[in-house]
């Protein structure tokens, strides 16, 4: 709740310090005595708009504090956590405005942007009269006033869960369909490569071995002929070499017993001999035999290299690329084939999530038409005595297409009411007076109070137009409002300012040619005395007095 209010040098207002408590807080002066500038100034602590209109004449800038002490579960210390802040306990909100319109603010003393204290600031105030503040006329946010109210966290989770699941899985398949896409484009090509790849079959290094091989063929004819020459050396006629070193080695061998030794080297040398040259001519007849020119199998070489140097071309890559390209196009059509099934996947899915979503706003549907008709006599019960005895209050569910869906589920909601019979309900905005508009958000407030609302309400003259009887009903409504909650009324009715708990007092006061707003706290007399002069006027009677004695303790 808000705790402290301070003010210096805002409009009409030079120093200002005001202590403030739970329950009902009244404020009341005569009109013009500067209420509405103690609103203005609270908003701007509160991140509204602000000019240099707000300074004090002659100031050269104005400041405004508001002191809160909200729970320690409230909503402001998570989304100061998120900012960075860190805070717990008080939370001092602070605006400065120079002369020339520059604003700065604050929280705990630690400079933030007016945006965060404005969303701090409608964490912990709400504000509702002439300009209702947030929330109430807003139809965005009557779904979830609605949820509060019907207590359908557990429904309003899980379809917030369910959506999602599905958005984040329809995404998915989306992107996944729209690559899928693009790839098929490719299909035709890739098919076509792979097959014609296929064929080719191109093997790491064959063109290397495959020149290699041509070279050897093309000159094997002129090998062919030297080769049988080396044949006709080593063997073959009186004259081959095998042939005299076979005679010459027998020879030696008839020689050696007489030679005592001398010729044993010489003939285990020419045994050798014999037994290499045999060697050599065998290998230069193999060889030979080899090297016979096949003129078939030299075109059979050619067409194969100009097949893999033309694909070489066709693919843009060299020849002993091809084997590499062929494997990735084939990975790629295996790819694409893959792709087909996990995007039959993905859609089925999506499907599935989407089913999902709507199961879970379906049962969020239901339990929020039963909360509606609910929501709608308890807010009735609570016009009837506001002078609203034949006004109708409805909630309008509207059902949303599920691609227009939300995480909010399936329903439009909107607060509607018809404020004389045969007259059909319309948006809380068409109600024609500020003061009924005022009295609607306060039997709204009232029905809602149990459901979660700011620690600080405001209302400033919810009381307009109306006396009496009424007046009393709206004075009950918000002092029951003030046991679930710190309120702040202006009001301008005694059957109001009776029911606070406390009071205080707004006046002007002129001084060396300068008009100055002052606030003043009353005492158990000063209250009497004020709602006489709310009863009377200015001239007080006692007749006022007793009025006014009777008020007090028929608060009680």
Not at 147 to 176: L, P, S, V
């Amino acid at each position: 709740m808000l705790t402290q209010l301070s003010i210096r040098d805002v409009v009409l207002i030079e120093r200002l310090d005001l202590a403030l408590d739970g329950g009902l807080n009244v404020l009341t002066g005569e009109t013009g005595a500067g209420k509405s500038i103690l609103l203005d100034a609270l908003q701007v602590a509160l991140g509204r708009k602000s000019d240099r209109a707000s300074v004090r004449q002659g100031a050269t800038s104005g400041a405004v504090t508001a002191v809160f002490e909200p729970d320690s579960s409230h909503a402001a210390f998570a989304l100061l956590a998120e900012n960075g802040i860190e805070a717990e306990g008080e939370l001092i909100l602070r605006r400065t405005v120079a002369a020339d319109g520059k604003s700065r603010a604050f929280i705990n003393d630690q400079a933030v942007g007016a945006a965060l204290l404005r969303e701090i600031g409608d964490t912990l105030v709400e504000l509702h009269g002439q300009n209702d503040g947030r929330g109430l006329l807003s139809a965005s946010a009557h779904r979830a006033l609605l949820d509060a109210f019907g207590g359908h966290a557990k429904e309003a989770g899980a379809t917030a869960t369910a959506y999602a699941a599905w958005r984040t899985t329809e995404n998915e398949a989306a992107e996944f369909a729209r690559a899928l896409e693009a790839a098929r484009a490719d299909a035709d090509y890739l098919q076509a490569a792979v097959s014609e790849l296929s064929k080719l079959a191109p093997e790491e290094g064959e063109e290397e071995r495959l020149a290699q091989e041509r070279a050897l063929l093309m000159s094997s004819e002129k090998l062919a002929g030297e080769l049988s020459a080396v044949t006709e050396l080593l063997g073959g006629g009186d004259k081959a070499v095998d042939t005299r070193l076979i005679a010459a080695s027998r020879r030696i061998e008839r020689l050696r017993p007489q030679a005592m030794g001398r010729l044993d080297a010489a003939g285990e040398a020419l045994e050798r001999a014999v037994l290499e040259a045999t060697e050599a001519r065998a290998q230069a007849e193999a060889a030979l035999e080899a090297m016979n020119f096949d003129p078939r199998k030299l075109e059979q070489i050619e067409e194969r290299l100009f097949a893999l140097r033309g694909a070489a071309r066709k693919f843009k890559v060299q020849v002993h690329d091809l084997a590499k390209l062929s494997a990735e196009l084939a990975d790629k059509v295996q790819a694409m084939a893959d792709a087909e099934v996990r995007s039959r996947k993905l859609a089925k899915a999506e499907a599935a999530a989407r089913a999902a979503f709507v199961e879970a706003a379906g049962a969020l549907t239901a339990k929020r038409k039963v909360s509606a008709g609910k929501l709608e006599a308890a807010v009735t019960r609570e016009l009837k005595p506001l002078k609203f005895d034949k006004a109708k209050f409805t909630v309008a569910l509207t059902p949303v297409a599920v691609e227009q869906g939300t995480a909010a589920g399936l329903d439009a909601v909107e607060f509607q009411i018809a404020t004389n019979p045969g007259v059909p309900a319309g948006a809380l905005t068409k109600i024609a007076s500020g003061g009924e508009l005022a009295r609607v958000i306060l039997a709204l407030k009232v029905a809602l109070a149990e459901r979660g609302t700011a620690p600080t309400l405001i209302f400033d003259e919810v009381d307009q137009g109306v006396g009496g009887a009424v007046a009393d009903a709206v004075g009950a409504r918000l002092a029951k409002l003030g046991r679930q909650a710190q309120v702040l009324v202006v009001t301008h009715s005694p059957q109001v300012a009776a029911r606070g708990d406390r009071h205080f007092r707004i006046a002007k006061k002129t001084a060396g040619g300068v008009t100055l707003t002052g606030v003043t706290a009353l005492d158990d007399t000063g209250r009497r005395e004020e709602i006489a002069r709310m009863l009377s006027g200015a001239s007080i009677t006692d007749e006022a007095r007793a009025a006014a004695e009777t008020l007090l303790a028929a608060r009680d």
